[in-house]
Every structure is written in C-alpha cells, then in structure tokens.
C-alpha cells in the first residue's frame, strides 16, 4: 500500500476526513479489547503458528460478538430513551459491554436433583437482559 493514504483529500471532503478520522477511535478501543487482561487472564505460550492464527481468529470474532452486542444494547436504550446505572451507579445510555459482564460475573446457574436455577440474578440484570432481546434471555431462563 506505498502511496496511498487512508485518508485522501483527493477523494473526502474536508468535513468526510474529520469524521473518518474520529472513526478510528472504535477501532482502536476494539483492539485494545484484544489484550484486556479481564478477558485475557495471562499469557500463554502457543509452540506453532497455526495456533497463534486459530487464536487470534478465536479473538477477533470474540470482539466482532462483543462490538455487536454493545451496539444492539445501545440502540435499544436509544430507541427507548432509557438508561441503565454504570459502575458508579449514575444512568447511561452508551455501556461498555465490558462491564456489563462485570456486572453478571456472579451470576451462576445451580441445578439441585435436576432442576436448574439462576442464582444471583437481580431485577437490575433483568432490566439490561430486556433490552438484549430474548436470544439473551432464554440463557436466563427469562421469557
């Protein structure tokens, strides 16, 4: 790619190139999703490439799931015009999906002579489900 520019003036408007250009934010954030240590707990030592490739493919569709799913959470708040409280408990309508799965860490399913059951799941986990839809819910068991 010698000689091109991702950002050409021959081609954008002055006004096109400035919002490419604070476009690139999300991308960025995506990639620095990649060496969280939240989801990336610690090191690991792949001996072949061919396992370096499968996991950094296994990464890269897990931030595509993540993105996507953080874009559907927000438009539904948008369409809605609600919130839902952020780590310090103030209302939002743009979370990061990274801590709404902090906020689901402790929710576990028990199951007791076959019957299986959610424990720690809160009105407030169920308000930010509804607006997941119910391809999120049924792993709930919330219909």
């Known amino acids: 790619m010698y000689g091109m520019w991702v950002l050409d ?3 954008l408007s002055p006004d096109q190139m400035l919002a490419e250009y604070k476009a690139q934010q999300h991308t960025e954030r995506g990639f620095r999703f990649l060496k969280d240590p939240f989801f990336f707990a610690s090191a690991l ?11 950094m493919m296994i990464m890269v569709v897990s931030l595509l799931v993540c993105t996507l ?3 559907r959470l927000r438009q539904a708040l948008a369409l ?4 839902i409280p952020n780590q310090k408990g103030k ?11 902090q906020s689901f860490l ?6 007791v002579d076959g019957i299986k059951t959610i424990v720690n ?17 049924k792993y709930y068991f919330i219909s």
Do not use: D
Not at 48 to 53: F, G, L, T, V, W
């Open 91 to 101: 209302p939002t309508a743009i979370p990061t999906l990274r801590w709404v799965f």
């Open 80 to 83: 809605s015009h609600q919130t």
């Open 45 to 55: 030592f792949l001996k072949n490439p061919q396992r370096i490739m499968a996991l």
């Open 69 to 71: 799913a953080q874009r």
């Open 121 to 137: 799941l809160t009105s407030n986990h169920k308000y930010i489900l509804s607006f997941l839809g119910s391809s999120c819910q």
């Open 9 to 11: 003036s021959q081609i």
């Open 106 to 111: 402790f929710i576990r399913c028990l199951e």
